[in-house]
């Protein structure tokens, strides 16, 4: 049963709009969640990061959203680049839990930012 | 380039057969963690060391093996291989036993079984 799930395969946005990639979990013991960018041939590489104690961390064009009572977070990417394209993958850990120190990661959202 | 070493970075090989994917960690992290990315699937968890002992177990099948060495480089064991295995196999590496601020992923290495 996947803990993370991204329902979005793929997301077409133009340039200079706002992309918004979605992303929904069901163990209520993650307290750490992370974004992770990935281009083709190369390996995943953080991209932000939010505590659950926190409801949105903003880092330049990038702002990541928590909702704990829905299980949701959003990342925001604007104005959205043609650089931005690339496999977006949402990720969580629970800390202090069972699961302590490793990832459970989203099979990703292929963003395609259209010039 | 990331600071995570993976070697080969593609390897075909038979199935039945066995292979070593290798994995050299960021200067100064200890731990290390290899997740495999199927088609059409996200990244899997296999397994995490923290400074030569294992740490963590996700979904990793009885036919794969790692170990980490005391210069903290590691080695993932693949054996009777299986079309299935085909995949891409990251290692990635963080100071900590946690994951607080993310892990460091190497580039992958790209696994075809024929």
């Known amino acids: 049963d996947q803990q993370v799930k991204q329902n979005s395969p793929s997301l077409s946005v133009q340039e200079g709009r706002i992309s918004i990639l979605n992303c929904d979990y069901t163990?209520?013991?993650?307290?750490?969640f992370l974004w992770y960018k990935k281009y083709p041939a190369e390996g995943p590489t953080f991209l932000i990061s939010i505590s659950s104690i926190k409801d949105k961390n903003e880092d330049g064009r990038f702002t990541v959203f928590l909702n704990k009572s829905a299980k949701h977070l959003s990342l925001h990417i604007v104005p959205s680049q043609p650089g931005d394209s690339a496999v977006y993958f949402c990720?969580?850990?629970?800390?202090?839990?069972?699961?302590?120190?490793?990832?459970?990661f989203g099979k990703g959202t292929k963003l395609s930012v259209k010039p | 380039d990331s600071g995570v070493t993976q070697t080969p970075k593609h390897l075909i090989t038979a199935t039945g057969q066995r292979v070593t994917l290798r994995c050299s960690p960021r200067?100064?992290?200890?731990?290390v963690y290899w997740y495999q990315q199927s088609l059409d699937q996200g990244l899997q968890f296999l397994i995490q060391?923290?400074?030569?002992?294992?740490?963590a177990k996700g979904n990793i099948l009885e036919r794969f093996s790692a170990q980490q060495f005391p210069d903290l480089h590691s080695e993932l064991n693949l054996s009777s291989l299986e079309l299935g295995d085909s995949a891409l196999y990251f290692c990635?590496?963080?100071?900590?036993?946690?994951?607080?601020?993310?892990?460091?992923f190497g580039s992958g290495t790209r696994l075809t079984v024929v």
């Open positions: 060391y923290y400074n030569g002992e294992e740490r």
């Open positions: 200067s100064g992290d200890l731990s």
């Open positions: 990635a590496s963080s100071e900590s036993q946690q994951a607080t601020y993310g892990y460091t």
């Open positions: 990720a969580a850990s629970e800390r202090m839990g069972g699961s302590q120190g490793n990832l459970i």
């Open positions: 163990n209520s013991m993650f307290d750490y």
